[in-house]
């Protein structure tokens, strides 16, 4: 999908869902690092990451939480999205390799700043990696 | 549920002490536009209220929004 949903505020309802999934690779960590600066080598030494608990390297955090901007402003509320707050809580690593299904449930409704709230879910393979919410403003345009 | 001040010391960084009837925007430095809507959205799902967009824009005060949420039957 390469262009976002143009919604109106009106039309979301509590309970509405909407989702993606995406296949983490190489090069999308690369890319990060790159992008951010942060080539911590948990994220981009195999033989390092290896040695540690987690066994393989993991995926920035951050990326996660990238995808959820993705979600956010390209299908919930979609182009006329302005993220206001974003929290999320990592539950479990996330490696290169992994499917990860991304999911936004509106949650609240506030009419008065024209805003929703989402709860965020991101799991692989069915199991939750990360929790979390978004409060989001729905412009006018 | 969150009592009020709670909430005001979550969005605005205030401590609960300093917390008046009185206090606006012109007081509180993080009263600023983006965070006064969330601080709105989220005084409107603890108590489960919902405020129209004259009421939101015509609060001045925290007491303003007290008096928003007392018209709408809320005891605080």
């Known amino acids: 999908m390469t262009e976002a949903q143009d919604r109106a505020f009106d039309s979301f309802e509590v309970g509405e869902e909407a989702s993606f999934e995406r296949t983490i690779s190489t090069d999308d960590v690369a890319a990060f690092a790159e992008l951010t600066g942060d080539h911590n080598p948990l994220h981009m030494d195999d033989a390092y990451a290896q040695a540690t608990n987690f066994g393989s390297r993991v995926v920035h955090g951050m990326f996660l939480a990238g995808l959820v901007s993705r979600l956010v402003g390209m299908q919930i509320p979609g182009k006329r999205a302005l993220l206001m707050k974003e929290s999320l809580e990592f539950k479990k690593p996330v490696h290169i390799g992994d499917r990860v299904h991304v999911e936004g449930v509106v949650t609240h409704t506030s009419p008065a700043t024209h805003s929703i709230e989402l709860g965020i879910q991101i799991s692989v393979k069915g199991e939750l990696v990360a929790t979390g919410q978004v409060q989001v403003q729905v412009r006018a345009e | ?76």
């Open chain 2, 1 to 76: 549920m969150k009592d009020f001040n709670a909430l005001v010391t979550e969005h605005f960084k205030i401590a609960a002490e300093s917390i008046s009837d009185t206090l606006s925007a012109k007081d509180i430095p993080e009263w600023d536009s983006m965070n006064y809507l969330l601080f709105i959205a989220d005084v409107e799902k603890e108590y489960s209220v919902s405020f129209t967009m004259d009421e939101v824009l015509g609060a001045q005060t925290l007491g303003d929004i007290k008096n928003m949420l007392r018209a709408k039957s809320i005891t605080i």
